[in-house]
Each structure stands twice: as C-alpha cells, then as structure tokens.
C-alpha cells in the first residue's frame, strides 16, 4: 500500500504563486510516474501535469507556462509550483502515483491517489 499526502494549498489572489507538495511513503517500488489533477465545484477531475522517473514531463494546455512539475526520487516528494494563478485554477488538487516507467495522463492509469488540498485564487 501506497499513501499520498497533498500539502501546500491555500488562498492566494490572482496573479500570485502557490507551491504544492505530495509525499509518498509506504511499499513504494521504482520505477514510478507521479501526476497532479484537479477538481473544481460541479466537474469532473482532470488532468494537470505528469512527471516521469527520470523526469521527463507533459502538462495540460490550460497550465503549460505556468506551472512546474517536479520531483525529489530520494524524499519521495513530488511538486507542483503554480504561478500566474487565475480564478479558474480554483480546484481541489490531487496527486497520484503510477507504478511503470514514462508518464501518465489518463486517471485510469494511477494506481494510488492522495486525500487532495484545496486551491481557491480570488479574483
């Protein structure tokens, strides 16, 4: 069993900047891919970004420029720095893990998720 533990969200006006941690601990066995996603009031979850374990990324086109997926293999830390927020950021943030090597952008393919930390940017 893997647990995943979101930290980092808040309420930030927009234009600023949020900095989001997920930490991984329990029987976790390399190689593995790690993704943020979202879910705003009233829709469904989706994808943000996805880092692989050599680190090779892919983003969604409503974020590429503006957030920064990374990780720490040896804390078993995964980030996602958020810049330029806006009002249509605001979302519960969830991050999950996918055993395997490459990166993931379908929800289907993780196999952990974490609880989620909440992102609210005020317009």
């Known amino acids: 069993q893997v647990q995943l533990v979101e930290s980092g969200g808040g309420l930030v006006q927009a234009g600023g900047s949020l900095r989001l941690s997920c930490a991984a601990s329990?029987?976790?066995?390399?190689?593995?891919?790690m993704g943020w996603f979202r879910q705003a009031p009233g829709k469904e979850r989706e994808f943000v970004a996805t880092?692989?374990?050599?680190?090779?990324?892919s983003y969604a086109d409503s974020v590429k420029g503006r957030f920064t997926i990374s990780r720490d293999n040896a804390k078993g830390t995964v980030y996602l720095q958020m810049n330029s927020l806006k009002p249509e950021d605001t979302a519960v943030y969830y991050c999950?893990?996918?055993?395997?090597?490459?990166?993931?952008?379908?929800?289907?393919?993780?196999?952990?998720w974490g609880q989620g930390t909440q992102v609210t940017v005020s317009s």
């Open positions: 329990g029987r976790t066995f390399s190689p593995y891919a």
């Open positions: 880092i692989s374990w050599t680190g090779g990324t």
């Open positions: 999950a893990c996918a055993y395997g090597s490459g990166w993931h952008i379908r929800l289907s393919e993780y196999d952990y």
